[in-house]
């Protein structure tokens, strides 16, 4: 087992993760990708032209950490990653469920203590190799528990679906990021490199389903703003 953060870093030399540095460009297509649609859409949509501002940033942080790990851009790497998540459950609570602004900020914060509260018990009975996932586990359980919620609902089917196929794939990726180190000896390359390119698919099936569904109209109660993208 090697003793670097990730299997495939070897030294303390720029360029000892190649495929985990360069596979961060897929976030950089992704908000390339859902930046295109939501000009198709429009390009009125904020909210969702700052969720795209910040998969970019995850982009560009996580390329940094992993060419040159340091504090401070490991922070460029984890910060968008929690702003992205937490922001987008809030929208999500308001834009596929509803809620109003209230409602919205009582439940994101209940979901942040949530989050904090499943990842430090899962630490408790997990092996220290397989630690590092745990934090993930709470969004993993959000977005699934989004889509069965938008499930019953009337004219959310497509976007529950996006959503559903998002945590199928994040489930997936997940599993590529906790095995990195216990496949280290087996796969010298890791798989890390694989929760970026799963990842960066992921976000953009968010942002997809958000630009999707459309904003909610300050001036018109619970109706939607569907954009038509051709």
């Known amino acids: 087992m090697r003793t670097y953060g990730y299997c495939e870093r070897i030294g303390d030399h720029l360029w000892d993760e190649p495929w985990n540095a360069v596979t961060n460009g897929a976030f950089l297509l992704a908000a390339l990708a859902a930046f295109l649609l939501w000009r198709r859409a ?52 308001a834009r596929f469920v509803g809620l109003g602004p209230a409602a919205t900020g009582l439940g994101t914060a209940a979901f942040f203590g949530f989050a904090l509260f499943l990842s ?42 996006i959503i559903a196929l998002a945590g199928l794939v994040f489930a997936v990726s997940l599993t590529f990021r906790t095995l990195d180190r216990p496949l280290c000896d087996a796969i010298p390359l890791g798989t890390h490199w694989l929760w970026h390119i799963l990842n960066a698919t992921v976000l953009y099936l968010l942002l997809r389903a958000a630009i999707l569904q459309g904003p909610v109209q300050p001036d018109a109660g619970s109706r939607r703003s569907r954009p038509a993208i051709r």
């Open 120 to 161: 430090w018990t899962a630490a408790i009975f997990l092996p220290p190799g397989l630690r590092g996932s745990t934090g993930y586990a709470a969004f993993l359980l959000g977005l699934w528990g989004m889509a069965g919620v938008l499930w019953r609902r009337d004219g959310s089917r497509q976007t529950a679906r």
């Open 42 to 93: 429009g390009g009125q949509d904020r909210p969702v032209l700052l969720l795209i501002g910040l998969v970019a940033a995850i982009g560009i942080g996580s390329f940094l950490f992993h060419t040159a790990p340091q504090p401070w851009t490991l922070a460029a790497d984890v910060v968008p990653i929690q702003l992205f998540a937490f922001s987008y459950f809030a929208l999500a609570l």
